[in-house]
């Protein structure tokens, strides 16, 4: 078990090493993706204002619906404009995770998942969930079943009614069935940038943010480099109470007297006073 698992960390360190010195591309990647999704919602919303506004008020019964227009046309502009250069990626994600939040759940949350409504109940994606008996994904097998049907028999009238082939030329038909998937996935890649931000090397955040920090350190450094210049008090401004006490003098230790001149030690210290005394009256 041992040589199996350094046999693995050694291959997985080896390959994913390198890919560590690449993770500025997948923020890149994504960023390219989601820029030309926004710059589209906003450039529509722009140029149907009016009709934004009433569907916002109409439909959906939004409060403050011209506000609510400005704010959702003029974030997905701007979004997807700083997207696009890798500029401040991380504050600009959260409007527009917002964004994505507000339209899935008062646009698409009633047709549930799928935008659109897969037509092969073998091939759908819910497959997996209903076997296991999830009860909304045996719904949407059903509708799946339902809508292969409708699409059948609009295929079988356009063939004997219409230029079949000139009509499925760019496509086959499809059921739009307007679900929560876009947004949804929209807002997952908008989370996965405010974590990872823009990316090295490829995003404008990456230099402004290298330089900036680069300039505040060297701020930091010039001010604890400089010299600090301590005003020492002349003696005229010296406190009252640092003139009045005088320095101690120093203590002088007295040398040591062997014990057997001690006694005439201590006998000369009383003639010694003596003298003192005498000499002082004798000057007074």
Known sequence: MRLILKAYYFLHDGVFTLFAKLDFVAPFLIRLY????????????????????????QGLKLPYPEVMTYLVTYTELLGGFLLLLGLAVRWVSIPLMVAMLVAAFSVHWDNGWFAIAPSDPLTSTAKPLADIGIPMAQQSMENSIAVGERLDRASSILANYGHYDWLTEKG??????????????????????LFSGGGRYLSFDYYLDRNARQYVRSKRVEEKSEPVVEVKPSSAEAPAASRDESPEPPSEELPEVAPEKQSEADSAVPNKLQEKQAGTIAVE
């Open 34 to 57: 989601l820029a030309p999704i926004m710059l589209a919602a906003g450039l529509y919303k722009l140029q149907n204002f009016d009709a934004t506004a009433m569907w916002l008020d």
């Open 172 to 193: 086959n038909f499809v059921i739009l069935n307007n679900g929560i998937e876009f947004a949804a996935t929209y807002f997952i890649l908008l989370l996965s940038l």
